[in-house]
């Protein structure tokens, strides 16, 4: 079977991580696939890796990461990069924030052969007018600037195939934008 690993950069995570995990198992534990979860514990002062190397889960094999102190959820997500196995991997984050729903719907289109899948959100109503306003004035910078066009309202949610990890494990600049 093909496998998927599942990048999670935690930061001070406790009360999210274990609701986090077992809304992951109960997504993905019936699909036809190996999953790893590689969790990257990023200088939380909290329980959250105590929570973590606790955590058994039946349908995952699970990687845990402890990074020496707090370097920023990029870094955590570089790292993560580097150490996944996957066939695949889908950076996650450990607020739920993203539907675990669309997770099938990614695999689909990596397996009709794109080596990214981008998930896009459609609706921000849920985030503050500020968030909203620096957001949009983010993406109409960021596109002034790069000649790259970077898509609005993409985040870190997204699957990439090994060949695009890789590439990334390629690339040592320690300010990245993923
Ligand atoms: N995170 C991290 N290091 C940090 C800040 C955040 O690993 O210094 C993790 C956090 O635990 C979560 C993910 O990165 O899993 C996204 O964090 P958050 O929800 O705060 O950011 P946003 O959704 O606003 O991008
Ligand atoms: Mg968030």
Do not use: C
């Amino acid at each position: 079977m093909k496998k998927i690993s599942l990048i999670i950069p935690l930061y001070n995570e406790q009360e999210s991580i274990l609701t986090t995990l077992s809304a992951l198992e109960a997504e993905l534990g019936v699909l036809p696939y190996d999953f790893q979860l590689v969790l990257v514990n990023d200088g939380s002062r909290d329980a959250t890796l105590a929570l973590i190397s606790g955590y058994r889960p039946r349908a995952f094999d699970v990687k845990i990461i402890d990074l020496s102190r707090n370097f920023g959820k990029e870094a955590a997500l570089s790292a993560g990069i580097d150490e996944a196995d996957g066939d695949a991997a889908i950076p996650f984050d450990a607020d739920l924030q993203d539907p675990t729903a669309l997770i099938p719907k990614l695999l689909a289109k990596w397996e009709e052969g794109y080596e990214v899948v981008l998930a896009k959100r459609i609706d921000r109503s849920t985030d503050t007018p500020l968030k909203r306003l620096t957001a949009r004035w983010f993406y109409s910078s960021i596109n002034h600037l790069s000649d790259v066009p970077i898509p609005e309202n993409v985040g870190d949610f997204r699957l990439m195939d090994r060949k695009v990890m890789e590439a990334l494990g390629q690339l040592r600049e320690n300010r990245r934008f993923m």
